[in-house]
């Protein structure tokens, strides 16, 4: 097998659209470890659970960004990086790819994160028909796992960056992922479908020092756009999402808009000043990385 140049996946159709961010701090300031983010969020269901596919804002927030990791992340800066995939090799026709695994990640249960987990999530992932042209699926060892495509396809690494291929584990998998057992930053100390998702930062992570700055996070889902201007205006939560900001009479121009979010600045929430437009960037990984200043 040939390595594909990963600089050469930069400049591709699908990557260059997604390199929009600067990561520059909105305070001025590093990261600060600590505090509660507070979300007024829309999208929430009854029905949502953790092993399906999510539609609404609420549940990509909470599982894609918070409880669950994907192999493969953009970066706040709009870079391709590994997240639980530490490098990929892919042949000189992008029809087979190799990728190296973490051997540091441990699920919400203490039970190493390895390939039979990727090798299973993968096949899920198939078998829902979020991935596709996929006729091969094999680990190579316990941090290494093979994909065979249909299609040359460069832009393969990046897809696996959807927000929506999260690795679940593979053991007692139903009942696992039933109650919310990921590799991300924050383990589920309460969920209830439809209202509210309360997150924890776990002890030790791989991480740690780079990401998941708050100790709590806590989504409520809030389906009125005015109500949950109500919420962001009176300070009960940090953020809202889908608001009419020419509402806010009460704190004025201390409201950020962040794509489809407003912030309240004056709660010292740091940020990078510009985020990307497509799903793999803070928009919805707010709880790992924004932080309280």
Not at 155 to 163: I, M
Not at 264 to 291: F, I, K, Q
């Amino acid at each position: 097998m040939k390595t594909v140049d990963r600089r050469a996946l930069f400049t591709s159709g699908a990557a260059a659209a997604l390199l929009a961010a600067t990561g520059v701090s909105a305070a001025g300031t590093g990261p600060q470890p600590g505090g509660r983010l507070r979300a007024a969020l829309s999208g929430a269901s009854r029905t949502d659970t953790w092993g399906a596919p999510h539609s609404g804002l609420f549940m990509q927030a909470a599982a894609q960004g918070a409880v669950f990791d994907t192999l493969t992340e953009i970066a706040a800066e709009g870079t391709l990086r590994g997240e639980l995939a530490t490098r990929w090799t892919g042949s000189a026709d992008a029809r087979e790819w190799i990728f190296d695994l973490r051997e540091d990640a441990v699920f919400h249960n203490g039970i190493p994160f390895g390939a039979v987990d990727v090798v299973a999530s993968l096949h899920r992932h198939c078998g829902n028909g979020l991935l596709q042209d996929v006729t091969e699926i094999q680990a190579t060892g316990h941090a290494s796992v093979r994909v065979v495509l249909a299609y040359s396809n460069a832009d393969f690494p990046f897809l696996l960056s959807d927000p929506r291929l999260v690795i679940y584990p593979a053991h007692e998998t139903e009942a696992a992922i039933k109650a919310g057992v990921g590799t991300g930053l924050y383990k589920v100390k309460q969920f209830l479908p439809g209202r509210q998702f309360l997150g924890v930062r776990v002890e030790t992570h791989y991480k740690d020092g780079k990401s998941g700055w708050f100790e709590t996070v806590e989504f409520t889902s809030v389906p009125d756009a005015r109500v949950r201007a109500q919420a962001l205006e009176g300070g009960y939560v940090d953020v809202a999402d889908q608001i009419d900001p020419s509402g806010l009479t009460g704190i004025g121009g201390a409201v950020k808009i962040v794509q489809k979010f407003a912030v309240r600045v004056e709660a010292s929430l740091g940020m990078s000043d510009v985020s990307g437009t497509r799903w793999p960037l803070d928009n919805y990984r707010m709880a790992e990385r924004w932080w309280l200043t």
